[in-house]
C-alpha cells in the first residue's frame, strides 16, 4: 500500500515532521513502512516544453523529427511516439539529463538524425511501469514551457510504502492513516470536502435497485449523475494516482480509485445509458454466466459469485471487478455511482476461483467500513461535479436494512497492566482509545468502551482493546523482563536434531536453502517424473504452484540454476523438509527428507580448483551418516533423473533410504546448463529413528599406535563396493578403520573387470601390534577376498 506525504498533510497537521519521521511512528505503532522515497529526487534537467512542428524521419517510418519549444531554445529531438501532435505540451529530458534508475540522456543521432533530448512518459518519470506513448500534459501547461518539470508537474512529494496485517483493513487509506497519527500525536483529523448540488430529479425515478442476497450485500447505495462531460482527470490528480501506483483512466474512473485510496471504500461507476432497463439487481451468477471484465478477459461464473446485473446480464463481479460493457467513457454522459458493502468471505472465495485480485478484492477481503459507504460516495460526488459538471439526483438507491449496531466491550485498566506488566495509566488508555476512533465512557474502576464500524473485524475482545492501547503507548517503553517458570517444558528430540543435522552440513559448506512446499507441473516434468503421483492443490496461487512437493531436489536444482544464470557457479546448497506423497485416505502422507546439491568448483589447495564430481556428494552423505552414528551402504542403481552411469541407491541396514548421482544429461539439457548438478535426497525421518535408537558408547583415546596396509583386489566390474568391505570387516581381526581411495578401470585390468584399493588401519586396545599378527589378519582378509570371486592385484 502507498499514500504520499502531501496527501497526508491534507488528512492531519504534520508538517513539523519529516515524511520518514512519520514513517517511524508508523512502524512504532504496527503498520511496517517498507519504504520511504522520493522520485523527484533522481530526476534532473527536465523541463516542461511545447512540440512546435513534426515532420517524418527520412530513413525510418515509426521515427518523427519534433521542433521543441523549452524556453530559451527550440531543440530538434527525435522519437518513436505516435500520439505527439503539434501544439503539445510535454515533459522533455535534456541533454544531461537524469532520469529515475541512473539513466543519463544524451545528444544522440537516431538513423542519422540528431536528437537532443528525449520527449517523456510517465515511465521515464519513474511514475509508471506501462504507458501508451509521451506523457502530453494539460494545456494550462503551456504557461510554464521551460520551467523545471519536477516544479510544474508537482512530483516534489514523498512516497509512503507500507505493509498492513490481514486484520488491519482500516490502515488501507490516508484516512486510517491519519486516524492513526491523531491517536500518536493528539491532533485532529480533517475531513474532505463532500458538497455536491442537486438537479431537479429523483434518483428513484432514473433507475431502479433490487438486492436479492442480502447477506452477502448488508448495504448498497447508489447515486445517479446526469449530463456529464468526461474528460481526462486534472494533472494533479494524475499525478498523486501515479505515485500511489495507479494508473489514470479517465476523470470518472480516476474519481472513484481517489476516493477508494483517500477513504479506504471501493466504489464502481456504471454507464447508466448501458445498464438494459436502467435496473441495478444484486444477486448470485448463473451457474455458467459469463461476463467481459475490464481487463477485456472473459470470465466463465458459478453459482456462488455475487454479481450486480442490469435486466439481462451481469454487469459487474461485486467487490472485485466491473463489466467492460458498462464501464464509463469519455463519452458517458450519465453515471450510476455505486457504493456498497460486501461480504469479506463471498469475495474472497470469488477472487480466488476467478484468479482475479484487485484493489477493490484486497479491500473488501479484509472487511471494508460498512458505515463509509456514504460518505464515501458524496466524496465522490463532490470531485465528479467539480471536474465533469453534471447534476446529481435527489435521494439515492439505498439498501440498509440492519444498521451498525457498534460492539461493546469492558476495558480494565488494570487487566492491562497485569498483562503487559507496565503501568499504563487509565487516563492515557483513555486518550488513546478515544483519539483511535472508539467512543470511550469512564465507569469506576473500568472503561466502556464502543468499537467503530471501520475495526468491527478486527477488535472484539478486551485483550484485542490492551493491544491497541500498548501499541500507540509504545513497545519501546515496556520494559522486557524473563517470565518466571514453574515447570520444565518438554524439549522435542526430532527438531533438536533437525537443527543439529543443519548446522552440521552447514559446517561442510553447504547453505541451507527454504523453498515453498508446492511444485508447478512445468518444472517437475523437466525431471521426467509423472505428476500423477503428486497431491494437487484445489485451490492453488498460481500456476507455479499447483502441485505439493514429493521430492526437495527439483526446488534445489531450480536455486542452483537460477544462481548459475547469476553467474554464481558454485552452488552448495541443501533443504530440510517435509514431502507429501497421495494416498487412499484424505490426507497425503508426510516425510521428514534432507536434500543436497553440489554443483561447480572446489578449492583443491590455496590456488587450484578442480570441479565437483559424484564422490563429493557421495562423501557429504557418508559424512552425515557418520555424524548420525550411522553405516549407511551404497548400491549402484539407476533413476530416470539421474545420470545411468553415475547414480546410487543408499540404504541403511537393507533398506533404501535414499538416492544421490549427478542429474540426467537430458535434464542439465532441458535446464540450459553447463556444468554437472549433483544430488542427493534423503529420508531424514528414518534416519533420524534410526539415530535414536543407537546406542552411543564412549572409548578412551588408543594408548597403542596404528598399523596402516593397503589392499588392491580386481573384481567383477557389477560388484558393490559395499559387498567387498564386508567380505573384509568380517574377516579382519582389530580392524579400525576401512577407506577406499581408488577404483581403476582400464590398461591392465581384464575386460569387465575393475581394480579396488583401500586401505585399512589396525590397531589393538591393549597392545601394539606387531608385523606377524598384521601379516596373519592380511592373508585372512585375502583368503577370505579370494573365496568371494576377487583376486589379488599384483
Not at 250 to 275: I, S
Not at 428 to 437: H, R
Amino acid at each position: 500500500m502507498k499514500i504520499t506525504y502531501n496527501w497526508l498533510k491534507e488528512f492531519i497537521e504534520i508538517d513539523d515532521l519529516s515524511a520518514k519521521e512519520v514513517a517511524d511512528l508508523l512502524t512504532d505503532a504496527g503498520i511496517e513502512v517498507d519504504a520511504v522515497y522520493n522520485p523527484a529526487e533522481e530526476v534532473e534537467k527536465v523541463v516542461i516544453g511545447r512540440i512546435t512542428e513534426i515532420s517524418k524521419h527520412p530513413n525510418a517510418d515509426r521515427l518523427r523529427i519534433c521542433q521543441v519549444d523549452v524556453g530559451d531554445t527550440v531543440l530538434q529531438i527525435v522519437t518513436g511516439a505516435d500520439n505527439v501532435y503539434e501544439g503539445a505540451v510535454v515533459p522533455v529530458a535534456l541533454h544531461g539529463a537524469k532520469l529515475p534508475g541512473g539513466v543519463r540522456i544524451k545528444r544522440a543521432k537516431l538513423r542519422g538524425v540528431v536528437s537532443n533530448g528525449m520527449l517523456c512518459s510517465a515511465v521515464e518519470l519513474g511514475l509508471t511501469d506501462s504507458a501508451p506513448g509521451v506523457w502530453t500534459l494539460p494545456e494550462e501547461l503551456g504557461e510554464k514551457v521551460g520551467e523545471d518539470a519536477v516544479t510544474a508537474l508537482g512530483l516534489n512529494d514523498w512516497v509512503i510504502e507500507y505493509e498492513i496485517t490481514t486484520n488491519r483493513p482500516d490502515a488501507l487509506s490516508v484516512l486510517g492513516i491519519a486516524r492513526e497519527l491523531r491517536a500518536m500525536l493528539g491532533r485532529p483529523v480533517k475531513l474532505p470536502e463532500t458538497g455536491y448540488s442537486c438537479g431537479e430529479f429523483n434518483a428513484e425515478e432514473e433507475a431502479t435497485l433490487k438486492v436479492l442476497d442480502q447477506g452477502a450485500c448488508p448495504r448498497y447505495e447508489g447515486f445517479v449523475v446526469k449530463g456529464i462531460s468526461n474528460r481526462e482527470s486534472p494533472l494533479w490528480m494524475q499525478v498523486r494516482l501515479y505515485l500511489v501506483g495507479l494508473r489514470p483512466i479517465n476523470a470518472v474512473v480516476d474519481v472513484t480509485n481517489y476516493v477508494m485510496y483517500e477513504l479506504g471504500q471501493p466504489l464502481h461507476a456504471f454507464d447508466l445509458e448501458k445498464l438494459s432497463g436502467r435496473e441495478v439487481v444484486v444477486r448470485r451468477a448463473r451457474e455458467g454466466e459469463k461476463i467481459v471484465t475490464l481487463d477485456g478477459v472473459e470470465r466463465e461464473l458459478s453459482g456462488e459469485d455475487l454479481v450486480i446485473a442490469d435486466a439481462e446480464k451481469p454487469v459487474a463481479v461485486a467487490g472485485v471487478m466491473g463489466g467492460l460493457e458498462s464501464g464509463t467513457t469519455l463519452s458517458t454522459r450519465e453515471l450510476f455511482l455505486e457504493s456498497a458493502h460486501f461480504d469479506p468471505m463471498t469475495v474472497r472465495r470469488t477472487s480466488k476461483r476467478l484468479g482475479l485480485s484487485t484493489d477493490s478484492s484486497y479491500r473488501f477481503e479484509r472487511g471494508a467500513d460498512i458505515e463509509a459507504c456514504k460518505f464515501a460516495a458524496e466524496r465522490a460526488l463532490h470531485l465528479i461535479q467539480k471536474l465533469v459538471g453534471g447534476e446529481v439526483a435527489k435521494g439515492s438507491l439505498s439498501f440498509y436494512p440492519k444498521p451498525y449496531t457498534p460492539k461493546v466491550i469492558v476495558f480494565s485498566p488494570e487487566r492491562a497492566v497485569k498483562l503487559l506488566g507496565v503501568n499504563i495509566p487509565a487516563r492515557k488508555a483513555f486518550e488513546i482509545l478515544t483519539g483511535l476512533g472508539f467512543t470511550v465512557k469512564k465507569e469506576a474502576d473500568y472503561i466502556v468502551v464502543k468499537v467503530p464500524s471501520w475495526r468491527k473485524y478486527d477488535v472484539t475482545r478486551e485483550v484485542d482493546l490492551i493491544e491497541e492501547v500498548v501499541r500507540i503507548y509504545g513497545m519501546k517503553r515496556v520494559v522486557s523482563s524473563f517470565p518466571l517458570m514453574h515447570s520444565e517444558v518438554p524439549r522435542d528430540f526430532t527438531f533438536l536434531r533437525v537443527q543439529e543435522v543443519k548446522e552440521f552440513l552447514s559446517s561442510l559448506g553447504f547453505n541451507e536453502a527454504i523453498n515453498y512446499s508446492f511444485i508447478g507441473k512445468k518444472l517437475f516434468e523437466k525431471f521426467g517424473l509423472p505428476v500423477d503421483r503428486l497431491v494437487k492443490i484445489k485451490n492453488p496461487l498460481s500456476e507455479e504452484w499447483v502441485y505439493m512437493r514429493n521430492f526437495l531436489f527439483p526446488s534445489l536444482v531450480n536455486n542452483a540454476v537460477n544462481n548459475i544464470n547469476r553467474n554464481e557457479r558454485d552452488v552448495f546448497l541443501f533443504e530440510v523438509a517435509r514431502t507429501f506423497s497421495p494416498t487412499e485416505e484424505e490426507l497425503p502422507k508426510e516425510e521428514l527428507k534432507v536434500a543436497l546439491l553440489a554443483t561447480g568448483e572446489l578449492p583443491e589447495n590455496l590456488w587450484q580448483f578442480r570441479e565437483v564430481d559424484f564422490y563429493d556428494i557421495k562423501g557429504a552423505v557418508e559424512a552425515l551418516g557418520e555424524f548420525l552414528g550411522l553405516e549407511l551402504q551404497f548400491e549402484r542403481r539407476e533413476f530416470p533423473f539421474l545420470h545411468p552411469g553415475q547414480s546410487g541407491a543408499v540404504k541403511l541396514n537393507g533398506k533404501e533410504v535414499g538416492f544421490l548421482g549427478r542429474l540426467h544429461p537430458d535434464v542439465e539439457e532441458r535446464f540450459e546448463v553447463r556444468q554437472p548438478i549433483f544430488v542427493a535426497e534423503l529420508n531424514l525421518e528414518e534416519l533420524l529413528k534410526q539415530s535414536a535408537a543407537r546406542t552411543v558408547k564412549f572409548k578412551p583415546i588408543p594408548k597403542f599406535p596404528p598399523v596402516t596396509r593397503d589392499i588392491a583386489v580386481v573384481v567383477d566390474r557389477s560388484t558393490p563396493v559395499a559387498e567387498i568391505e564386508k567380505v573384509i570387516r568380517e574377516s579382519a581381526r582389530y580392524l579400525e578403520k576401512l577407506k577406499l581411495f581408488d577404483v581403476y578401470e582400464g590398461k591392465g585390468i581384464p575386460e569387465g573387470k575393475k581394480s579396488v584399493a583401500f586401505s585399512l588401519t589396525f590397531r589393538a586396545k591393549e597392545k601394539t601390534l606387531s608385523d606377524e599378527e598384521v601379516n596373519k589378519i592380511m592373508a585372512d582378509i585375502i583368503e577370505a577376498l579370494q573365496r568371494s570371486g576377487a583376486t589379488l592385484r599384483a
